[in-house]
T-cell receptor
Framework: EDQVTQSPEALRLQEGESSSLNCSYT??????LFWYRQDPGKGPEFLFT???AGEEKEKERLKATLTKKESFLHITAPKPEDSATYLC???????????????FGKGTKLSVKP | EAQVTQNPRYLITVTGKKLTVTCSQN?????MSWYRQDPGLGLRQIYY???????DKGDVPEGYKVSRKEKRNFPLILESPSPNQTSLYFC?????????????FGPGTRLTVL
């Protein structure tokens, strides 16, 4: 069964304390892996798409990496405004059925204290 | 501004009273989808549409209906709402169902069924 697992469920950091969030997946082939940021009560906001193992993408203090079984979202010197829930989603290779659907993990809730 | 809009944003209703949540996108996207988000369960797909007049069930379709008569609109219909449909609902769209296209999310509709 296709599955996405994120860890930890929650992470508390001090401002400036770098860390990483993990997204591990088991799918029958991967079309793409997506990272989203979600603020309380709001819709997920797209951050990155990764397509193949070894790929990396960066945006401000965030850097996403991908291996064959997992992805990491590295946060360098975080600030309080980085506090949010970070969601990982995969789009698997489907044999039949929709090729557009995403499978989401449950997210990591990040809190950055000043 | 490119966006996905949903209405209403908040809704309190009673068991059995039919309701419709509207979703509209202005990006000429082919693919649209509805999700519900519940604590501890993450985002789960209800229905999706790969194009006009093409819809299919997601993971949790029971109790919901959709239609896609126009490319820009994808309303979610609850014919006879029940308390277990109390949730936060998100509409999303992407250019097409191809593997590399991220989904853009609406702001969410918080539904309470008494």
């Amino acid at each position: 069964e296709d599955q996405v697992t994120q860890s930890p469920e929650a992470l508390r950091l001090q401002e400036g304390e770098s860390s990483s969030l993990n997204c591990s997946y088991t799918v029958s082939g991967l079309r793409g892996l997506f990272w989203y940021r979600q603020d309380p009560g709001k819709g997920p906001e797209f951050l990155f798409t990764l397509y193949s193992a070894g790929e990396e993408k960066e945006k401000e203090r965030l850097k996403a990496t991908l291996t064959k079984k997992e992805s990491f979202l590295h946060i360098t010197a975080p600030k309080p405004e980085d506090s949010a829930t970070y969601l990982c989603a995969v789009r698997p290779l489907w044999v039949g059925g929709s090729q557009g659907n995403l499978i989401f993990g449950k997210g990591t809730k990040l809190s950055v204290k000043p | 501004e490119a966006q996905v809009t949903q209405n209403p944003r908040y809704l309190i209703t009673v068991t059995g009273k039919k309701l419709t949540v509207t979703c509209s996108q202005n990006m000429n996207h082919e693919y649209m989808s509805w999700y519900r988000q519940d604590p501890g369960l993450g985002l789960r797909q209800i229905y999706y549409s790969m194009n006009v007049e093409v819809t299919d069930k997601g993971d949790v379709p029971e109790g919901y209906k959709v239609s896609r008569k126009e490319k820009r609109n994808f309303p979610l219909i609850l014919e006879s709402p029940s308390p277990n449909q109390t949730s936060l609902y998100f509409c999303a769209s992407s250019l097409n169902s191809g593997g590399y296209n991220e989904q853009f999310f609406g702001p969410g509709t918080r539904l309470t069924v008494l």
